[in-house]
């Protein structure tokens, strides 16, 4: 797993729960925050951030109910790979946060205080494992599916987050193979754009462009790697440099890959524009291979909203 990953808060960590982003797009960062009494200081202005609250308050009243405390978990902040998945194209991003490692250093030193990672931490060693079956259940067993890439997944239909999302969007089983599948998409999905030969197109002027910058990586996805090492952390000015000059490139276009109207520059052949109109377009393709899952997703988010919004203004 990469080191850009978020490191995880202990509900997470004992119960993979994939709610609003499953489909692989962009999270917005959530305004609910864990604060174990009133509801005053949560807050939800999406409907992702709605289901993830709502999420979160029914697995603390579960847990609260089995005898264990719990604080709400906010919805991570997105971080560099989530928000520029193949190439960083926003200057004023970049230039902020370069590859986006103090967003990770930030989440890192938030996760040390997390108080369910404290409180589980503070657990008797005998009483740990209680902990984690009252949340995740006491076995990986009674939800199944098989992923579009043959990989068969589990996870247990008990515990609380199992209670949670059930009492959210009903048909659990349903739920679990459409979030896993789609997930399994959206890694697909990234697979067939860096393979696709207009993405591979679309690199050698962004390389010509980068190396007129100073720097000799082929693609972004090496650029990343160099200043994201976990065992050589790049003082913040140089990632900023680096990922300046990748926001650049990204934009600037050889008018090799446009149409014939297009002259360079023109914007439609620039390494930005190719992932994005790849992406769309492989989206696109999938949802109509897997109809099912993606339609599944959609309709029992939609579904559960309104449940999320009665759940929310309950409060606690």
């Not at 919805?75 to 970049?94: E, I, K, M, N």
């Not at 029992?300 to 203004?313: D, K, Q, S, W």
């Amino acid at each position: 797993m990469s080191r850009r990953t978020l490191l995880l808060t202990t509900a997470a960590l004992l119960a993979v729960t994939l709610t609003g982003c499953a489909d692989g797009t962009t999270p917005s960062q959530t305004a609910a925050q864990g604060s174990g009494s009133g509801t005053g200081r949560h807050a939800s202005d999406t409907p992702e951030q709605t289901l993830h609250l709502a999420e979160q308050l029914l697995t603390k009243e579960c847990m609260e109910k089995r005898g264990y405390k719990y604080w709400v978990e906010e919805r991570p902040a997105p971080d560099g790979p989530s928000l520029f998945p193949y190439v960083v194209d926003d200057a004023a991003w970049a230039a902020r946060h370069g590859y986006g490692n103090d967003i990770y250093r930030a989440q890192q030193r938030e996760a040390l205080r997390d108080p369910n990672q404290r409180y589980f931490r503070s657990m008797p060693a005998d009483r740990a494992p209680e902990l984690v079956s009252a949340l995740n259940g006491p076995r990986p067993e009674g939800l199944s599916v098989r992923l579009p890439n043959g990989i068969q997944v589990t996870h247990s239909d008990q515990g609380c987050v199992a209670e949670a999302e059930r009492a959210l969007y009903k048909d659990l089983p349903a739920w679990f193979r459409a979030t896993r599948v789609a997930t399994s998409l959206a890694g697909m999905r990234a697979g067939m754009v860096v393979a696709d030969k207009r993405y591979l197109a679309a690199l050698k002027p962004w390389a010509r462009c980068m190396k007129a910058k100073g720097y000799t990586y082929p693609s972004p996805a090496e650029a990343r790697a160099a200043a994201t090492r976990p065992d050589k952390e790049w003082p913040h000015a140089e990632e900023v440099r680096l990922a300046s000059a990748e926001a650049a490139c990204a934009g600037s276009g050889s008018g090799s890959a446009s149409s014939p109207s297009s002259g360079p520059g023109s914007g439609s052949d620039t390494l930005s524009a190719v992932v994005k109109s790849l992406d769309a377009e492989y989206r696109a393709e999938l949802r109509r291979r897997h109809p099912g899952p993606t339609a599944d997703l959609d309709r029992l988010r939609r579904e559960a909203l309104p449940r999320a919004r009665t759940i929310v203004a309950r409060g606690d």
